[in-house]
């Protein structure tokens, strides 16, 4: 991207302790690359900075990555979910348009739909007019949520105008009340990619998406 450009940052948790996978998650293989890597890959062509956010496991998994990103670490991460992804957010560069954001156990996603998900927010930041030549997308939009068949799921584009209501989150709240209040801001891609719902959280599912047992 050039500078000066508008940018989207892009943000994967991975300071979970993986107890039901009973192994990192980050660390696990798909298509000959960890899952780590997989989506460091996908972001890094459309987003900059990558940012990752760590916590058990934190050395192990920065030490096998092979992809270049930006490492935070979150010492709380005992604390949930919430408390890494305000740690990534709170480093979002202040240039970035929005946040690319999702979990390192989804990464079956395709690259058209992170295309699709990011390709509004370039052409047409905040407070410029939608380019004629795009399709029409939600006017104002906060959120945009990939789809397919009916089912949600990720990664999701935010407006950096959310960041401040993240942030604010109690460590016991959830990313999902900020969304939850923000339906009518949210944009839903439907999108011919079954990826987008691969949570790959269990022995399981990992043996489902790949075909190979741990």
């Not at 990555?65 to 979910?81: E, H, I, K, M």
């Not at 009518?184 to 959280?201: C, H, M, S, Y």
Request: hydrophobic share 40%; net charge neutral; with cysteine.
């Amino acid at each position: 991207m050039s500078s000066g450009s508008p940018s989207v940052a892009g943000l994967i948790l991975a300071a979970g302790e993986s107890r039901r996978m009973g192994f990192p998650k980050a660390l696990l293989t798909y298509r000959k690359q960890t899952f780590l890597d997989a989506l460091c890959g996908l972001f890094a062509a459309r987003c900059s900075p990558v940012i990752v956010v760590l916590g058990a496991h934190a050395d192990q998994i920065r030490g096998s990555a092979t992809r270049p990103a930006t490492f935070v670490l979150n010492a709380d991460y005992l604390s949930g979910q919430t408390s890494s992804m305000q740690c990534g957010l709170r480093a979002v560069p202040p240039d970035a348009s929005g946040v690319l954001f999702t979990l390192v156990d989804h990464p079956a996603v395709a690259p058209e739909t992170i295309d699709a998900l990011v390709r509004y927010a370039l052409a047409c930041p905040p407070n410029k007019t939608q380019p004629s030549d795009q399709p029409e997308h939600t006017p104002q939009a906060l959120l945009r949520v990939p789809r397919y068949q009916g089912r949600r799921g990720h990664p999701i584009w935010l407006s950096r105008d959310l960041i401040p209501e993240f942030l604010s989150l109690p460590l016991n709240g959830a990313a999902r009340d900020v969304v939850r209040s923000h339906v009518l801001q949210t944009e839903f891609l439907d999108v011919d990619d079954p990826g987008i719902l691969a949570d790959i959280d269990d022995p399981e599912a990992y043996r489902n998406l790949t075909g190979a047992a741990l």
